[in-house]
């Protein structure tokens, strides 16, 4: 099993930006997809973004579209998600995801990172 482990969170003003970074613990495999959520208190775990690691287009929820960006460097195997314009309703613990099937349902995925916090301030 893949391990992934998140960095990146902290807290911003609304209006800032943050990037986090997933990093594997080894080389994703060519159908390897990798995934953005996030959990708010109180809520279920949400879909943010994904993509396949070797090449393909990115996927991304409507309420992040625009402002967050997933990317991924092959030599080093980081994930990263740029989140730009951070809102207060952004805040969450945002966790990293493997899987094999270019979806957002977290189900599809079997690995995960602890996740990270961020949070954001008015």
């Known amino acids: 099993q893949v391990l992934l482990a998140e960095s990146g969170g902290g807290s911003v003003q609304a209006g800032g930006s943050l990037r986090l970074s997933c990093t594997s613990s080894?080389?994703?495999?060519?159908?390897?997809?990798f995934g953005w959520f996030r959990q708010a208190p109180g809520k279920e775990r949400e879909f943010v973004a994904l993509v396949r690691w070797h090449g393909g287009s990115a996927f991304y929820a409507d309420s992040v579209k625009g402002r967050f960006i997933i990317s991924r460097d092959n030599p080093t195997n980081i994930l990263y998600l740029q989140m730009n314009n951070l809102q207060v309703e952004d805040t969450a613990v945002y966790y990293c995801a493997r899987g094999d099937r270019y979806e957002s349902d977290s189900r599809a995925y079997d690995s995960w990172g602890q996740g990270t916090q961020v949070t954001v301030t008015s």
């Open positions: 080894a080389r994703p495999y060519s159908r390897s997809v």
